[in-house]
Structure formats: C-alpha cells, structure tokens
C-alpha cells in the first residue's frame, strides 16, 4: 500500500505536522498537530481527507498545541 504523506511546518517554530493517509483515501492520520489547526483542517479538505485520529509523537509544547482545537474542529 502507497501512502501520502503532506508534511506542514507550523506554529512560531515551525514544527513539523505531518498528515499521513493511503495513497486516494478519504481518512487521515494527523502527526504532532502544534499548533495552527485552521490550517490543518484546511489541508485535509484540500486533499479531500477527513482526520481519522491525531497521534503524538512525544510532549513538548510545540507538538501538542493544536491537538484540543483539531479534535472540536474535526469531530
């Protein structure tokens, strides 16, 4: 199976957010949503992708900010 894998730099640092999903699918994993979750639910409507769950890879500030406001936003 081929994946997809849109990278995003965001917040002040400019983390890397990463929004993984089989290659055509409508479902998405969304990796270290920092910050900027407008900007990732713009992305994932872009690539015509729903966000299926958020993982985080570890607990620094920069890769947890937008988890709460992604998770209201996306259901």
Do not use: F, K, Q
């Not at 081929?2 to 699918?25: F, H, K, M, Q």
């Not at 994993?29 to 769950?53: H, K, N, S, W, Y």
């Amino acid at each position: 199976m081929a994946l997809d894998v849109t990278r995003l730099e965001l917040g002040p640092i400019g983390t890397n957010c990463y929004l993984v999903r089989a290659a055509g699918s409508a479902e998405a994993v969304v990796v270290d949503p920092g910050a900027d979750a407008a900007e990732i639910r713009l992305e994932l409507a872009r690539l015509g992708a729903g966000c299926t769950a958020i993982l985080v890879t570890h607990g620094h500030w920069d890769h947890l900010g937008g988890i709460a406001d992604l998770a209201e936003g996306t259901g």
